[in-house]
């Protein structure tokens, strides 16, 4: 065991030198024109089971209002006809809608102050998008004359994706904005609705995206009104084509359930979508538990141990490494991929063993060639000292 862990102590050495001086520094530089570092950061085992193997729930709490890609005034228009009718005869829990409504010279006062009206009645709720500035996060909000004490409204940016086109797992219920705590659209959309929000912390949430919805409503079809009685509508960009896909590049997102793993193109979820999804986890307690210390400990410890079983397994033959090799490449990382996914599927808990399975696939090659390169300056270092050795016994005769 003593000689096992000092091998394991020069592998460490060589590992984080190599990794330090060589490749640190080398990935840092071209990480930027580096697609294939991007696209495995932002790759989890869970993936596979969201993209491909989760049975998806009807959430017929909620129902999507189609703006489709239009001008703004005719936009603006159609919502305000919409809000009137579907409050004075349906009146649905919540409508909530997902659009900003931007200065712009060419649309009339009096479209946006019918608009305005109808903004603010009591179970409407605004979206807004959070920007960045000097480190901090500033409001970029509705350009409307509102009366903002009145008007619900969250800010719509989940804030916790990898980078401006990473994956959304994740959302960030709360934050503070110049010392004032705002609350995330899908919170908002939650509260207005009857649900309780108050138990959901600061921390980031993992989002299951467990749930799809009813047949898309347009705008105006009016004939489909009734179906938001007591519900929650959500107004904003859903059109999608005959792939499924969404139609339009506006608040587009890539999602675990996008079934394209690597090379995530094109996005497969509208903001929306996401909202809705985060809203239905919200109204049913069915986030996804993450807990990323526990997470990181497991990764570390498992790749440790996996390191010494090669280590140990090098040192008793060349045929019984051979062999745990490719066990450990094929059937230790299925398991690591099988275990990732019953987690999800049977305990909603998230347990992110993605860099053990890659330590374990890749670790079978590296301890080779590490080992040659331990006795490599091992042997090196031992010419030298018997060069020394030598030259002193000359001195000494001499």
Not at 270 to 286: K, L, P
């Amino acid at each position: 065991m003593i000689k096992l862990l000092k091998k394991f102590t020069k592998h460490l050495v060589i590992i984080f030198t190599i990794g330090f001086f060589v490749f640190w520094p080398i990935l840092h530089y071209f990480h930027v024109l580096n697609p294939l570092e991007k696209e495995l950061a932002d790759f989890k085992f869970s993936d596979i089971y969201f993209g491909h193997f989760q049975d998806q729930k009807l959430d017929s709490e909620i129902y999507f209002v189609d703006l489709a890609y239009k001008d703004k005034t005719t936009s603006r228009t159609e919502i305000t006809n919409f809000l009137s009718f579907v409050n004075s005869t349906y009146t649905p829990k919540v409508i909530a809608i997902d659009a900003k409504f931007t200065y712009d010279s060419k649309i009339s006062d009096s479209i946006n102050k019918n608009l305005s009206v109808e903004l603010e009645k009591e179970n409407i709720v605004l979206s807004y998008n959070l920007v960045s500035s000097d480190n901090e996060w500033l409001k970029d909000g509705t350009e409307l004359p509102l009366d903002y004490n009145i008007v619900h409204e969250g800010f719509s940016n989940n804030l916790v994706a990898l980078e401006e086109y990473g994956v959304e797992r994740f959302f960030q219920p709360r934050i503070e904005v110049q010392g004032v705590t705002e609350e995330h659209f899908s919170l908002k959309i939650a509260e207005i609705y009857g649900k309780d929000n108050s138990v959901i912390d600061k921390n980031k949430l993992m989002i299951n995206f467990a749930y799809k919805y009813p047949d898309v409503i347009d705008i105006n079809d009016k004939s489909s009104y009734h179906l938001l009685k007591d519900k929650i509508v959500i107004i904003g960009l859903f059109t999608k084509g005959k792939d499924g896909r969404p139609m339009y590049n506006e608040d587009i997102h890539y999602t675990p359930s996008n079934p394209h793993y690597f090379g995530k193109s094109p996005p497969n979820m509208y903001g929306a979508e996401i909202n809705a999804n985060i809203v239905s986890n919200i109204i049913h307690n069915n986030f996804i538990s993450y807990y990323p210390r526990f997470s990181s400990f497991l990764n570390i410890f498992l790749s440790i141990v996996v390191y010494l079983l090669l280590l140990y397994f090098m040192g008793k033959s060349h045929r019984i490494f051979i062999a745990v090799s490719i066990l450990m490449q094929f059937a230790l990382v299925s398991f690591f991929i099988i275990f990732s996914l019953f987690m999800v599927a049977k305990f909603n808990v998230y347990l992110d063993l993605t860099l053990l399975g890659v330590i374990t696939f890749f670790g079978v090659e590296f301890v080779t060639v590490i080992e040659e390169m331990i006795e490599f300056i091992e042997s090196k270092i031992e010419d030298i000292k018997k060069e020394r050795k030598l030259k002193k016994n000359e001195n000494e005769k001499a």
